[in-house]
């Protein structure tokens, strides 16, 4: 059973366009949502986080959107690069357990 | 600061034969997680240690996967025997403190088995 359900599966964006990334998720004891950025033969980094107390939450280009009576958070990423090509997967956590959605492909064209 | 150190980069095997993985954590870093990322999932967690002591291991199939880390530093991931569903990327990644340090991946190591 997939706990965090993410979509697009992949997405192409021009550069200079919004990037936008949905996850969903079920389980209410989730409090804590991270994004991470993965670029191909590397492992996952963190990108941005939030908690749910807060609605959203910005770092530079990217920014989360939560929506805790949804049980949805989103990430969008401004201005999308050539370098932000990678791919992106959102997880929610509780206590020591962190679930993983199927992860977004992205491709920005120059 | 180097960053999680895992060898090998990659593994070719056949079924039924054993594979270990090695994982070497960023120093200082008391948790240690493994993952299995199969191709176009996100990671699933395997096991995740708090110094050398297990916290969780509820997704590890114990039947045939085994891990261990010694003096609570590196760490290595064994499966024995091994099934064609087991190739994969398996991911390291550690942490400052559980659960909400930023976890630190290492590259991985993709597993074929054939």
């Known amino acids: 059973q997939q706990q965090v359900k993410q979509s697009p599966q992949s997405l192409i964006v021009q550069k200079g366009g919004i990037s936008i990334i949905n996850c969903a998720y079920e389980n209410t004891a989730f409090d804590y949502f991270p994004w991470y950025q993965q670029f191909p033969g590397k492992g996952p980094a963190l990108l941005i986080a939030i908690r749910p107390d807060v609605s959203e939450k910005k770092e530079g280009r990217f920014t989360i959107s939560f929506n805790k009576s949804a049980k949805q958070f989103s990430l969008h990423i401004m201005d999308s690069q050539p370098g932000d090509s990678a791919t992106y997967f959102c997880?929610?956590?509780?206590?020591?357990?962190?679930?993983f959605g199927t992860g977004t492909s992205l491709t920005v064209i120059p | 600061e180097a960053g999680v150190a895992q060898s090998p980069r990659y593994k070719i095997i056949e079924k039924r034969q054993s594979v270990a993985f090695w994982c070497n954590p960023i120093?200082?870093?008391?948790?240690l997680y493994w993952y299995q990322q199969i191709l176009g999932q996100g990671p699933k967690l395997l096991i995740q240690?708090?110094?050398?002591?297990?916290?969780?291991d509820s997704q590890l199939p114990k039947d045939r996967f085994s891990a261990e880390r010694l003096k609570g530093v590196d760490s290595t991931l064994k499966i024995q025997p091994a099934k064609l569903e087991d190739s994969a990327v398996y991911l390291c990644a550690s942490s400052v403190r559980p659960p909400w340090g930023t976890q630190y991946f290492g590259p991985g190591t993709r597993l074929l088995v054939l």
């Open positions: 240690f708090q110094n050398n002591g297990v916290v969780d």
């Open positions: 997880a929610a956590v509780t206590g020591n357990q962190f679930y």
């Open positions: 120093s200082g870093h008391a948790t």
